[in-house]
């Protein structure tokens, strides 16, 4: 079984994860196909290793000797991996994905710079739609994406990243608690049509029972610079303020230096999740992996 590390890869992320179904989000297969691995090294060795329990799973006394026999394994493959790839050296570069808020406002230069140290070689950013990410890790065009939507498919493995909040933000102050029907005093700089931002709006907006098409649009853009720039430009009345939904991610240091102000509406949070995303067939893919891991850490 030691030559078939892929099993215990499977063991080592279900006693992490406290989960078989995290722990077959996050290696991209199904809930059987992880149970049928455990299942696998449990008749190997002749003794049950994980015990399942109704807050997670447990492992047993056999169970805890194996995942400290595993970890080892797997530092030692690990370490292995980098020796392999300084041998390798690929003259390559690492094409990277990200939808427009994070490639704009959330990975910096410099973290693309040790990025590329990490894996040592240079890394291309390219920014675009999460849909269009998506498209491209599909056709093999990009080898690791970052999205702010939830756009899934089976050919690839997500990874939860970062939370983010859609935030409401004005050119001038308004209450930090903003009513619904004061929706309506406001103008408003929106995204286009298709906007996975648009969309997650629109719900939260429907749900409260508010009404876009009685909004003042002022404009429709393509991108969140767009949507900043369009409101800095923009006369400041403090009987008309213009608005937007956004990243609290892409304001951060206009708030803080007082060129935007940003609200919340009352009774409602807006939060989404950012993911990492790459195809299954990167799974274990040296380069991917330690690009994954690397932003995982926080190092951007």
Known sequence: MLKDFVKLETFLTVARERSFS???AKLGISQPAVTQQIKFIEKYLGVKVIERKKNGVRLTAEGEELYKIAT???????????????IINKEMTFRLGASFTIGTYIIPGECLNKMGQTINNDVN????????????????KLDVGL???????????????????????????ISKIVKTEELYDFQWVCREEGSHTRKIVSEVFEELGVSCKSFNVLSEVGNTTA??????????????????????????DEVANGELFESRL??????????????????????????????LAGQC
Not at 72 to 86: F, M, P
Not at 165 to 173: A, K, Y
Not at 227 to 241: E, G, H, N, S, Y
Not at 275 to 286: D, G
């Open 125 to 140: 950013l390219s920014i675009d739609l999460s849909d269009n990410i998506v498209r491209k890790l599909k056709d093999r």
């Open 266 to 295: 009352r009774g409602y949070t807006m939060k989404r999740k950012f993911y990492i995303v790459y195809s299954k067939e990167n799974k274990h893919n040296a380069y991917v992996d330690n690009v994954v891991d690397y932003i």
């Open 147 to 173: 999205i702010e939507s939830p756009v899934f498919d089976n050919d690839l493995i997500y990874r939860e990243w970062l939370d983010d909040e859609l935030v409401l933000v004005s050119n001038v102050p």
């Open 72 to 86: 080892r394994l797997e530092k030692e493959i690990n370490a292995a991996e980098k020796d392999l790839l300084k």
């Open 227 to 252: 949507v900043l720039q369009t409101i800095k430009k923009a006369k400041k009345d403090p009987q008309r303020p213009v608005v937007s939904i956004i990243s609290r991610y892409a304001i951060a």
């Open 22 to 24: 995290k722990a077959s």
